[in-house]
């Protein structure tokens, strides 16, 4: 058993990167995920590893960039409004293959929004906020615990694929503080970042590198060797396909007989789940299908159930993209109902979409 702390999720943002061997964090302040920010900011310079305040997202996300083409490890955080202004870096990492990490802690929107909990940023972290429709994997945790690992699993997954990956939390997750247990997660070996730029001088075979966001474009030497725009088109495509073979990720609770599903990720799976534990109790037949990556989508369980005459319920704390999702994978052969953010138990920036919320449209679907 590795060691117990009583953290919030912003806090395990920082303990997760470091069990994961991160070297740098850059970011700039942003509620509410500010608790990241000054996690790393009190206690990276004491271990020797680099952080930096930027004067702006848009700094961040480009310094992450020249950070991680250098072949460490890094990382940034933000929310809603932060995450907007990083879409153009992030289409550059995504063209250039630059393996980083991002946490997104979601707030309320549209704009500015407001600076506590929402769940509204789905469909730009799922379809490529920025230009020349990309992809990146998107982890969804629902606890500290897995806040924790999550973070762990990304910086692999980053590795793995050279891509950005998001860890996708929101505001209610980032605050709440929960037992953690740490403990440095195994992965398989990865391959040297022969790629990285490092000077040539520090090259084994004294030949430099270069990483830059416009190859098979533009001609320059010499890794990776793409011949042509289409080519380097045909190797992220290819890359994506095998994330979306390999890399699903998804939670079920109690539907091998169930009758409605609820689908659901982050501290709205958390609500739902004791929502339905209380109709099981009382012989209604609900599961609940618990995306922990909503990209790629858990298309095939949803295309299962709905096959077999299941019901949906997307609950999310948004006017409805997630159930986009749920949708393209029922292919309309059943209802997909939502509850959104309307439903909220007060409707000030504050109000949240609570159990009873969630039981009162079970009881109106199933009774």
């Known amino acids: 058993m590795g060691k117990r702390l009583f953290v919030i999720g912003n806090e395990a943002i920082g303990f997760g990167a470091v069990d994961a061997g991160c070297d740098a964090y850059i970011g700039y302040p942003i509620t509410p995920q500010n608790e990241t920010t000054e996690w790393f900011a009190s206690e990276f310079p004491k271990m020797g590893k680099v952080f930096v305040q930027s004067q702006s997202e848009v700094g961040s996300i480009n310094i992450v960039s020249g950070a991680a083409a250098t072949g460490h490890r890094v990382m940034t955080s933000t929310s809603g409004p932060g995450w907007g202004l990083m879409q153009e870096g992030m289409s550059h990492c995504a063209n250039a293959g630059l393996p980083c990490v991002i946490s997104l802690v979601q707030r309320g929107g549209p704009g500015a929004g407001t600076t506590r909990h929402g769940q509204m940023d789905y469909l730009s972290v799922t379809r490529g906020g920025g230009n020349g429709g990309y992809k990146n994997i998107v982890l969804t945790p629902s606890s500290v615990q897995e806040t924790y690992e999550f973070t762990q699993l990304a910086f692999y997954l980053a590795d793995k694929y050279c891509n950005p990956v998001i860890l996708f939390t929101d505001g209610l997750l980032g605050q709440m503080a929960e037992p953690l247990e740490r403990k440095k997660l195994d992965f398989e070996p990865l391959p040297e970042k022969d790629w990285a730029v490092r000077g040539r001088a520090n090259q084994p075979d004294g030949i430099r590198r270069l990483v830059h966001c416009a190859p098979g474009i533009m001609p320059i030497p010499p890794h990776p060797p793409y011949t042509s725009f289409v080519d380097l088109l045909t190797a992220l495509n290819d890359k994506w396909e095998r994330m979306e073979e390999n890399e ?66 997307v609950v999310e704390d948004s006017l409805g993209q997630l159930v986009d999702d749920v949708r393209i994978g029922a292919q309309g052969k059943t209802d997909v109902h939502l509850l959104g953010v309307l439903a909220r138990h007060n409707p000030t920036d504050g109000g949240m979409i609570l159990p009873d919320s969630v039981l009162n449209e079970i009881y109106r679907l199933m009774k």
């Not at 958390?270 to 099981?280: F, G, M, N």
């Open 248 to 313: 699903v990720r998804f939670d079920t609770y109690l539907i091998d007989d169930a009758e409605l599903i609820i689908v659901a990720y982050g501290y709205t799976a958390r609500v739902s789940k004791e929502s339905l534990k209380t109709a099981r109790k009382e012989g209604l037949k609900v599961g609940m299908i618990r995306p922990q990556a909503v990209w790629p989508f858990p298309y095939e369980i949803i295309r299962e159930m709905a096959s077999q005459g299941c019901r949906f319920l």
